[in-house]
């Protein structure tokens, strides 16, 4: 089984694990989400913060829009939490953009939990 796009994905996380070094655990999502911003700026990331994606149903657009953490390279769905443990909510949250989107590729990172990074790759 091939990893679907590899160096996205490892420039996704290298940038992940960047602030998570520099800003640790302890704080809530809207400041891991700004601090990706930046990192992902500085590195001239093609990652676009809480943008609308169309969603369709049986082939139809739906009037509604999902607005994940991050849109990346325009074909990954980046989504933090800032939880002590990644849980199957979760994982169910990013399944469900996954089913109702264009994409193929998620990345669950979680900068909550004590000591580590943790970092799901979620493919559909």
Known sequence: MSIIYPE???AIIGACFE?????RSGF???IYQECLELEFAMRNMPCRPQVELPLTYKDR???KYLKPDFDC???IILE???VSRLDDSCRAQVHSYLKLTKYKLA???N???HGELEHERIVF
């Open 61 to 63: 657009v739906l009037t």
């Open 80 to 82: 933090i939490k800032a």
């Open 28 to 30: 809530q999502e809207p």
């Open 19 to 23: 602030v998570y070094n520099v800003v």
């Open 111 to 113: 900068f909550g939990a």
């Open 73 to 75: 390279y325009s074909k």
């Open 8 to 10: 996205e994905l490892f």
């Open 107 to 109: 990345l669950l990172v």
